[in-house]
């Protein structure tokens, strides 16, 4: 299994999460402005994350050239939002526990948790290449460049 890797400025949030986190059973753990992911495998052609998003928080509106995502909510509500890029026909809904949704490669989505909980959802993510620089940006709460 590969080393986990932790970058030197998440250490400081890594630090205040709760202990069930903590864990050293991760690939790899990412802090980012809207919460946290965990890799739990990382194989060619896909990779398998459990992510999790802080209460009225949410990911960028973005896309992947080089792969397709199925999320599985675990706990809390998801609020997902996907726009199709050729007209920007937009579809909202919402995720409960136990449901799951297929956003296909090249199609704008975001993940929100409007909730009071933690969202957790695993997600699977399958394509060509599944690194984290494969996101082109739209809009961001973070003003993160894509």
Partial sequence: MPKKTIKEGDKKILESLPEEFKEDKYIEVGARPWGVYYVLEDSPNYKVKKIVVNPGHRLSLQLHKHRSEHWIVVSGNASVVVRNCEDEAKWSFDLPPN????????????????????????????????????????????????
């Fill in 99 to 146: 449901e799951s949704c297929f956003i296909p490669m090249n199609v704008k989505h975001r993940l929100a948790n409007f909730g009071k909980i933690p969202l957790v959802i695993v997600e699977v993510q399958v394509g060509e290449y599944t690194g984290e620089d494969d996101i082109e940006r739209f809009e961001d709460d973070y003003s993160r460049a894509s």
